[in-house]
């Protein structure tokens, strides 16, 4: 199975700030990534796909890179509204794995 | 508006069964692959089955494979989740969710559904 490592796994950050986190793949997954942002007790909510394509009506502070097996979302002005758990996923194969999650805290 | 609504869940004694539902509206059903994903109390998620959207693919964890069947009725726009031999880890919140094709990310969740399996 295809592992995904996901850091921080918490992370505390001020509204303005600008923010990146990471996922690494076990295995080349292509740009077969996509992150999910999850309130609580709310379902997960797509952000972006294929790496770095952004979601319809997603904001555009939201960013997502790749770099081989490494990938990174970016969050380029934390808004009071992204307070959240963010997880990466890949479906490169039919056996997807999510990261284990980011916990996105004010500071 | 695409909307995905879980039923079925509830409390079930370990080597139980219950069966899940999810009703789909607002797309064509039958057009779209869907998954399962779970979320054990306090923890990430994990990916539990997916089936195509004619329902002759299908997949599973395999945490799941052997004990969880799912499927599908297009003609009543219907995802379902059979799932036997429960063991305590299954307790979790489980949500359903469309994928464009089996091997796409999950565009729409349901609000999900909890399954406790205790005694």
């Known amino acids: 199975d295809i592992q995904m490592t996901q850091s921080p796994p918490s992370l505390s950050a001020s509204v303005g700030d600008r923010v990146t986190i990471s996922c690494r793949a076990s295995?080349?997954?292509?740009?077969?990534l996509a992150w999910y942002q999850q309130k609580p007790g709310k379902a997960p909510k797509l952000l972006l796909f294929?790496?770095?394509r952004l979601e319809i009506g997603v904001p555009s502070r939201f960013s997502g890179s790749r770099s081989g097996t490494d990938y990174t979302l970016t969050i380029s002005s934390l808004q009071p509204e992204d307070f959240a758990t963010y997880y990466c996923?890949?479906?490169?194969?039919?056996?997807?794995?999510f990261g284990q999650g980011t916990k996105l805290e004010i500071k | 508006e695409v909307q995905l609504l879980e039923s079925g869940g509830g409390l079930v004694q370990p080597g139980g069964s219950l069966r899940l539902s999810c009703a789909a509206s607002?797309?064509?059903?039958?057009?779209?692959?869907m998954t399962w994903v779970r979320q054990a109390p306090g923890k990430g998620l994990e990916w539990v089955s997916s089936?195509?959207?004619?329902?002759?693919?299908?997949y599973y964890a395999n945490s799941v494979k052997g004990r969880f069947t799912i499927s599908r009725d297009n003609s009543k726009n219907t995802l379902f989740l059979q799932m036997s031999s429960l063991r305590v880890e299954d307790t979790a919140i489980y949500y359903c969710?469309?994928?464009?094709?089996?091997?796409?990310?999950?565009?729409?969740w349901g609000q999900g559904t909890l399954i406790t399996v205790s005694s």
């Open positions: 996923e890949q479906y490169y194969n039919m056996l997807f794995t």
């Open positions: 295995q080349g997954i292509g740009n077969s």
């Open positions: 294929a790496a770095s």
């Open positions: 607002g797309f064509t059903f039958g057009s779209f692959a």
């Open positions: 089936i195509s959207g004619l329902g002759g693919s299908t």
């Open positions: 969710a469309r994928r464009g094709a089996v091997a796409d990310p999950a565009d729409y």
